[in-house]
């Protein structure tokens, strides 16, 4: 078990109201910087959301041995200091409320208020730079920063720390409230900042569920899963030894060099250079590029390393009580190498139920869209974000109490930063409503949350003939009628576009391609820049599919993609 899993939810509660620290093991140590009188875990400050309806952990660290009083919502809980100084509560269930309230912590003469906390829904959002888009930057940022009135939606960006061991807890700038590790409302005057994913998702959880919404951001862009997995995981992964190996060699040239006394002196001498250097440049010159102080750091302390961000920003939060998480990650897996994240990638969900010491953690898993322009048919049958996608796919439908949100849709820029996040947020809301809180629309039917979900296919007179999971495919039909995405091959394997036609009666769709006479395979969105309309009544858009098993040759790779190697064929 890693260190700072949190205590397990069953321990009784009578037994916790008065226990001593002493008694969990699995405490990171007390970190070096924190004060010995009276210490909160960080994530609790003022404007702050906690989860209703479950019971609330709350941590923190006091001088070994002295009672710790906590207070809140009528509620007053008592515990001891471990030897190392920590300590920790759980406090009963809470209803959901917008009244602000104080969570009052007091020991020794010590006393910690944090203020104007409300009681509502509380999601972690994690993954790379699609999820840390700030709302300011996405694409619908001047209407919603200029109408933005949602106090009791509260988000929290939380510090880029990156650290070989697991942190108790994470840094937070005091003498700036707007900075990361602070929790702000989503009013104008504040909401620019928060993640544009996590905003329009919790826009329409409040609006439908009429309850106060905590998002916790946790994303950092640029990294891959392995980043976001203990190292006690990773190291169960061959593919992942080459990622150790190249930080270890990182660390160990920055500690021969000086470490970071020798850092320093080499940053002063490359800047004077690069100052003598900038005052010689002519007119019309590019002039040199300023060196990064961040360049000269330990990399253990920021550099994407495999259980980097796990360590560094999940650790600190590690057994706060939320309801569910949002991931949207694997676009820096599509670059060169995508063989750890058959393992990896499940391996997020797996770690982060045991640091939330939750195993049915609700776990959203958004897919990657595309980036950059389609190109030859070869290259988009073998570009590696098909790969991403299939295993994002195929870890949903193994993995329960989780969902896959599509997005290839939402890409009109080319870029592999899509602006367009408010569909994103919105269908992932969807799913949430559906599968986590169990809503039906208002004639008492499940909501609907899936595009079409491919099933299986069959060849009648030269023409591919696919059926999709009955409660997905009503009101199948192609946006615009327009038969774009599609692709069929014969024995040869080489894929041609196809045709395409709904047959509504029968929720099929029928492909065909004049250069295939005897079809074997049909594929639908299989494309750096995934393109395509087939979409259901609510439409929401299918999920990118191929009728074939057959191994995709990466054009970044060598080594060639088996589904069968990584997933056995069943379906949730």
Known sequence: ???????????????????????FSVFPPRPDHMPTDLTIANIFSDHMVLQQAKPLRIWGWAKPGNVVVIEFAGQSRSVSADKSGNWAVLLEPVPASFDARELRVSSAGHLKVIKDVLVGEVWLC??????EMKLAASRDADV????????????????????????????????????PGHWLPCTTDHVSNCTAVGYYFARRLQRVLKTPIGVVDSSWGGTMAQHWITRETLQEIPQVAPYFKKHQTARDEWIAAGGAKGAKQRYQ??????EIASAKIKKGEAPPRKPRIEAYSDPSLVARQPGGMMNGIIAPIAGLTVRGALFYQGENNCFGDWSPFPRTFPAVISDWRKAFDNTELPFGIIQISGWSTRRSMTYDMNHPTNIIREIQFKTWRQTPHTGLIVTFD???????HPACKQPVGQRSARWALAEVY??????????????????RMDVTGGKCVVHFEEATARGLVLDQDVDIGFYVAGEDKIFHHAKARVDERNRTLTVWSDAVTKPLAVRYGWSNLPAGGLVNARELPAYPFRSDAWPLESHADTEPYFAEKYFAEKSK
Request: proline content about 7%; aromatic content about 8%.
């Open 269 to 274: 001498n490359d800047l004077q250079a690069w």
């Open 410 to 416: 939402t890409n009109s820029s080319r870029s592999i």
């Open 144 to 179: 919603e920063l200029l109408s933005a009135d949602y106090p009791a939606i509260r988000y929290v960006r939380l510090p880029l720390t990156s650290s070989l061991t697991p942190r108790a807890d994470f840094p937070v700038d005091d003498a700036n409230d707007k900075s």
């Open 126 to 131: 994690g993954g790379q730079s699609n999820m």
């Open 438 to 455: 169990k809503l039906q629309n208002s004639r008492r039917q499940p909501l609907e949350w899936r595009g079409p979900v491919y099933s």
């Open 1 to 23: 078990m890693s260190r700072y899993v949190p205590i397990t939810a069953c321990l009784a509660m009578a037994f916790l109201q008065h226990c001593s620290a002493d008694e």
